[in-house]
């Protein structure tokens, strides 16, 4: 995918502008931005200051017949403990600030994620999601927390010291400074060689990690396919790529430190060689000297940090674009103006009890398709003027070929997606005339393949109402027939479900989820597709449970087991689309058409594999 190519970009520019959309997070932290650059400059000024008391104690030494050391180290004491001081508030302050930034721009982006329409997520794979949500967040994080950190302190400090120079002895200063810009360029050079090489090291790594992997689930298959030469020249091949790779970043770094350490002393045989001249002359004294070879020598470190803290943001800019750009995304599937209007007036005191949350009756009876067109892509319409009406208690079966559509008629009516023409009506009104929670709020939904969360399995049911009592989660587990295999089990209610509810058979996952669907106690119930891959015992748990839920209710079941949807008010044979059929069981079956066929198919079918059983 186009965005996930551009994982490893490096922008050649710094993109200041997109930084301070990043930055722009700090101001709910503002106050802490005072302490912040007091005690950057402070911390400058005191790193700065040990040099001119270097300079003072030497000239008091030099040439002085009566030695008095004892103010400079009373004031070399005051600027140590000024120094821890300033520190502690830095890093306090900085560490609050980027923390919080960091926290909120990862809920933001978990927020966000949540409230995005299911169009949003068919256009990019869940890896690629997760990646925002962790690697780039991280990225940013980083940046955030200590680069800002490094770069405050870094700029502070090498401005503090080019002032001082410049007010000690302007030439000798200007002579001196000469070397920060090669220092500067050379840094911001090498710092992105060196940033690249270890991504490339990153990327071998993680190829390494995976060969092995690989190698160790595969074994058996290569042992008995002799590939065990071949899958060793690949590897060894990846490995040689690693070493040279890795070679690289070392001799990088054995080039890099050497060339800034000999800047370094180049300044320093300047401020010698200029300042020793006026030194004899009487024109500066020892001290200053001797300040001016140790500032010489300080001026690597922030200058490297500099480089360092620029080039890594260069190298997160696609990062913060990818995090940026998904704060920006608006769900496509929001209230209205009118519906927020309207939940506004909810909130006010004095509301008549009986109304929803935007201000409508709140029980819902019908739901209706009103000519509703609908296409995933442009020009590829999957349903054009489609009716249906489905009232109260009624529950409505769609089956039909894969692809037919189905799923795509309960995505609309639970509005995960929305019509791309017509409407659809809920107690006669447009649905985008009512409030999305309200309405989401009313559905209970049993995916194929449920999905169950990790803890317990009182947990998991619970999950359909947070508020609901023991009993109630019991309650509902044996209206849906649950209960029974939830006792068996060693801890009961307290089965820990495992990952993903991996400890549980998906029978059991579904009974677990219909549970919880009916604890929820929604208006409107959609299954979709629930019901198969489980074995004969299982489904027939599974339809009496199913009758709880339906009973009362608007439901849509969309499902591969024809026998699940039997008793079914109305059964629809979906195609391309268009409903071809529709009528109860026995009805189709007398009519023997499409549903006929169907029927009589899957009956076979099942006979056929029960005598080879
Ligand atoms: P069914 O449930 O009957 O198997 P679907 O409603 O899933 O059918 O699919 C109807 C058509 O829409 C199919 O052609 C399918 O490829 C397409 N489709 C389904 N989901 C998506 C999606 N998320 N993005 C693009 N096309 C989709």
Redesign the pocket.
Known sequence: MKEEAQEDVFSDRLDLKLWGRVFRHALPYRRLLIPLAISAVVIALCDASFALVTRWSVDSVVGKTEVNLWPPIAVYTGLTFMLAIGVWTFINSAGGLSNNMSHDIREECFKRLQELE??YF?HRPTGWLISRLTSDCDKLARIIAWGSLDLLWAVCLVVVIAVILIVLHPVLGLLVLSVVPPLVVISAIFQKKLLLSSRETRKYNSMITAAFAEALQGLRTSKSLVREKQNLQEFQGLSSQMYGVSIQNAMQSAVYIPIVLTLGSIAAGIALWRGGVDVRSGGMSVGTLVAFIFYAGQFFNPINQIAQVLVNMQGAQAAGERVLSLLATTPGISDSDAVKARLTEWNRPGRPAELAIDGYPDKIEAIDFDHVDFA??TG?P?LSGFNLTVSSGQTIA?V??????????V?LAARFYEPTGGRILVNGQDLRDRSLDWYQSNLGIVLQGPHLFSGTIRENIRYGRLEATDEEVEAAARSVNADGFIRAMENGYETDVGEGGNRLSTGQKQLVSFARALLANPRIFIM??ATSSIDTETEQLIQNGLKAIFHGRISFV?AHRLSTIRTADRILV?EK?RILESGNHDDLMVAKGHYYLLYTRQFEAENEASLID
Do not use: C
């Not at 039909?400 to 008629?409: L, P």
């Open positions: 299911f169009a068919d995933y892509t590829e999957v769609l039909g070929a894969s692809g037919g559509g189905k799923s795509t008629i995505n979709d597709e969309v979906i689309g």
